[in-house]
């Protein structure tokens, strides 16, 4: 029969084995203690610095914070990275993360924020590849690059065309491949109108709506005169407003901007002589470029892509 041993019935041994027994208990008892303690602060300070390091400078990718690539490669790096590469730019990332590839304008702000607060970063490159997308995203990112205090480069690689144009117009300079494609500066609402083809199968669009123009736009009903003038007053105004930021970014007559906005993109080599670009190059032209702003020779990028 099995008999249950109390775990403190040491059984005839003398006070001295006792003792001896109880200590060794106790310290094993500490030591598991100490090792799980341990294990917990270890586990917990890297779960915090995470958390702190990317709350502070919100990423979608963990991969991208900045702190992150420090913490990984060291502090010797001085011009932070930040890339608008996307199919299509959204203002969120929720929208962006829904909808494309890319991070969302809001990510790429904090990006460029977190770069402003910390001292051991001298400047920031904005890498663009993008056909554009949201204007208020572009604006976002142009104005997340003023406020930064420090240079910054957009450099162009295949596409900085609309919003991602506008976007790059907060730097300090915009480097272009001669090869990319720049500009296509306007705005545009158009969309399909189904209403012929529910016709043709017979379908019907019942309007239940408040407010006269609430429906304007449906896709599935006609165009009023009234509707489209409303919608084009629309488009024109945000096109007016987006050419006079452009203009202002870059230092720029709104009537030159005005007479580039016509919707059309061009080679980088013909965005240079229009005003568009500041000079024609790659990364090295823009490592020179810091270099020179700088006045120093040790430029080195904080890539945060490196970590993934």
Not at 136 to 160: C, R
Not at 237 to 243: K, N, P
Not at 257 to 278: F, H, Q, R, T, W
Request: net charge negative; glycine share 8%.
């Amino acid at each position: 029969m099995y008999h249950f041993r109390h775990p403190f019935d040491f059984g005839e041994k003398s006070w001295q084995q006792v003792a001896q027994q109880l200590a060794r208990m106790i310290a094993i008892k500490l030591a598991v203690l100490v090792v799980v303690a341990l294990a917990v602060y270890l586990v917990g300070a890297g779960l915090i610095k995470v958390y702190v390091h990317e709350t502070t400078a919100p990423t979608s990718a963990n991969s991208y914070a900045l702190q992150v690539y420090k913490d990984a490669y060291g502090d010797s790096c001085n011009i932070a990275v930040v890339r608008l590469e996307n199919d299509e730019l959204y203002a969120t990332d929720v929208a962006q993360s829904s909808n494309g590839v890319g991070y969302g304008a809001d990510v790429l702000a904090a990006q460029i924020n977190q770069a402003k607060e910390d001292d051991s970063i001298h400047g920031v490159l904005l890498e663009v590849d993008s056909p554009g997308g949201s204007p208020t995203g572009g604006e976002m990112i142009a104005n997340a690059l003023k406020g930064l205090g420090k240079p910054s480069v957009a450099l162009i690689y295949d596409q900085g065309d609309s919003a991602a144009y506008f976007a790059a117009t907060g730097a300090t300079a915009i480097i272009a491949s001669p090869f990319s494609s720049v500009g296509d500066i306007g705005v545009t609402s158009s969309f399909v109108d189904y209403a012929g083809s529910n016709t043709k199968a017979g379908n019907t669009f019942e309007q239940i709506s408040s407010g006269k123009y609430k429906d304007a736009g449906n896709p599935d009903k006609p165009l009023t005169a009234e509707e489209l003038a409303l919608l084009q007053k629309n488009v024109d105004q945000e096109y007016q407003t987006l050419v006079h930021e452009i203009a202002q970014n870059r230092n720029m007559p709104v009537s030159t901007v005005m007479s580039l906005a016509d919707g059309a993109d061009m080679p980088g080599s013909e965005a240079l002589g229009k005003g568009l670009v500041d000079a024609l190059g790659d990364r090295t032209t823009a490592l020179n470029w810091f270099a020179k702003k700088l006045h120093r020779s040790d430029i080195t990028l904080c890539d945060p892509t490196q970590t993934e």
